[in-house]
């Protein structure tokens, strides 16, 4: 039990408090979605500026959405298959098949490189992105809001 008192008191409530720093339960489930959303961009290694530009001009919680950033950084590479594979179905463009494995290999030894040798799978799995980021975003944000405003009382707004 007092493992948990000093996780509350040590990481959760420094967290809370930073989080929460001039955002209403809304806000907050907004720039966390916004964050989620932003970090499943299939182009890998850009996340970090997409959600920090995003905080600068739309005056967003900078903590809070590099949080949901790096937390749902994961899903960018899972992703990544099922936006190629809707790209491919919008535009029409069949591209050879490629592996999460070929994927992570190649913006390992040379990320410029990368770009160049992938550059019509990334259009295309930023199409196929584009396309599915609003309604993740909208979903995410209602689910958000529902969890934030039940638990506001008890963990967030306290």
């Known amino acids: 039990m007092k493992f948990f008192a000093i996780l509350k008191e040590k990481i ?8 929460k720093q001039g955002l209403s339960p809304k ?3 907004m720039v966390i979605a916004l964050g989620v959303v932003l970090s499943i961009f299939p182009v890998l290694g850009t996340t970090t500026l997409i ?13 809070a ?6 937390t749902a950084f994961p899903l960018q590479i899972v992703l990544f298959f099922p936006f ?13 098949p490629i592996t999460k494995d070929q994927l992570i290999s190649t913006f390992q030894e040379n990320y410029f490189q990368a770009i160049s040798e992938l550059t019509w799978y990334l259009l295309v799995a930023c199409l196929g992105w584009s396309v599915a980021s609003f309604p993740i975003f909208i979903i995410l944000y209602l689910c958000l809001s529902v969890i934030i405003k039940k638990y506001k009382a008890t963990f967030f707004f306290e």
Do not use: R, V
């Open 84 to 96: 190629l594979k809707l790209g491919e179905t919008i535009s029409g463009i069949s591209l050879d």
């Open 27 to 29: 806000k907050l489930a």
């Open 12 to 19: 959760l409530s420094p967290l809370s408090s930073l989080l």
């Open 51 to 63: 959600c920090s530009l995003a905080a600068l001009i739309f005056q967003l919680n900078i903590a």
């Open 65 to 70: 959405i590099q949080i949901a950033n790096y």
